[in-house]
């Protein structure tokens, strides 16, 4: 595990991997687990902007986890294929669900998770899709949506969590960080780097060092090998979240769908209890491509 000194070096690093193990289909897998698209309110990031960078960059699989709808992982999974990089660039269908307790991410997902439910209820829906639980910043103070300390360690003891972010590129202090690697390590569970991608610049800025895998199983099995590099995003880093918040606001105002602000707010879990799994409202997602070249992020 490494914690590079800039983003640059990182990506470096990953280029050359990449290359020591030759051309693809290659025997590691380079992977990204968290990584949020325009299908996020915090995010203007297209799905072939992403993919372009993703490719340059060395990455080999990726999690799609836009909040609360898996809707635009599988826009970039459509767009991969629609480039014919299906051979250079994996797709992991994901979800960062808010539940009633913070939020769970799902991989390996069929279908969008509803928001509202619990942590416990979400990761058993999560599992009865095949997928895997995964738990992002755990310990960040600054993010008032991560899971509170007692559906965590729940999800812990009961066998639940499948792995669980030790290093976020967004995480403001190491320590916090650092109190997530320790968590995991007390109760055996299986640590990866995430970049937490909400613009081009930060694609890649985390990556995974694995055994090659396609399935959710496999997947389960390569986590003890992890060697994960990352590097620590600026604090500046979440002012272009705070603005393609705006902007999509701003958008919406003008009559364009752009992102999927309405699905992001609570649900009453007695609510979502009546329907447990539905997908957004066609109305709460935005248009397949930008209208203009303007509404692509570069």
């Not at 993703?54 to 709808?69: D, F, K, P, S």
């Not at 008032?144 to 976020?168: M, Q, V, W, Y």
């Not at 694609?203 to 090659?212: H, S």
């Not at 707010?265 to 397949?288: D, I, T, Y």
Request: hydrophobic share 40%.
């Amino acid at each position: 595990m490494t914690v590079a000194a800039s983003a640059s070096e990182l990506r470096t690093a990953l280029r050359e991997k990449r290359e020591a193990t030759g051309k693809p289909p290659t025997r590691k897998a380079f992977a990204d687990f968290h990584i949020h698209t325009r299908f996020s309110r915090d995010s203007i990031l297209t799905e072939q902007r992403f993919i372009e960078c993703a490719v340059e960059r060395g990455l080999t699989h990726v999690a799609i986890t836009n909040h609360n709808n898996v809707e635009g992982a599988v826009a970039v999974r459509d767009k991969v294929a629609e480039m014919g990089l299906t051979d250079r660039l994996t797709v992991i269908l994901g979800e960062e669900v808010s539940t009633a307790d913070g939020e769970v991410v799902g991989l390996f997902l069929e279908k969008t998770i509803p928001r509202g439910l619990s942590a416990n209820e979400t990761a058993d829906e999560i599992h009865r899709q095949g997928g895997l639980v995964s738990i992002p910043h755990p310990f960040d103070p600054f993010r008032g949506s991560h899971i509170k300390e007692g559906p965590l360690r729940n999800l812990a003891e009961t066998g639940k969590i499948d792995t669980i972010e030790i290093f976020n590129c967004r995480v403001t202090f190491q320590r916090h960080n650092l109190e997530a690697a320790e968590f995991a390590a007390r109760y055996g569970i299986p640590g990866i780097a995430a970049s937490d991608s909400h613009s081009s610049f930060e694609v890649a800025m985390a990556f995974n060092a694995l055994p090659a895998f396609e399935t959710a199983a496999e997947l389960k099995a390569a986590l003890p090998e992890n060697d994960w590099h990352a590097s620590r995003s600026s604090v500046f880093i979440h002012a272009t979240t705070r603005w393609a918040v705006w902007k999509n606001m701003f958008d919406r105002w003008r009559g364009k769908r752009t992102a999927t602000g309405p699905i992001l707010g609570p649900q009453p879990p007695e609510e979502v209890r009546r329907e447990p799994v539905q997908r957004p409202a066609p109305s709460e997602l935005p248009s397949k491509e930008p209208d203009t070249d303007e509404d692509a992020e570069r």
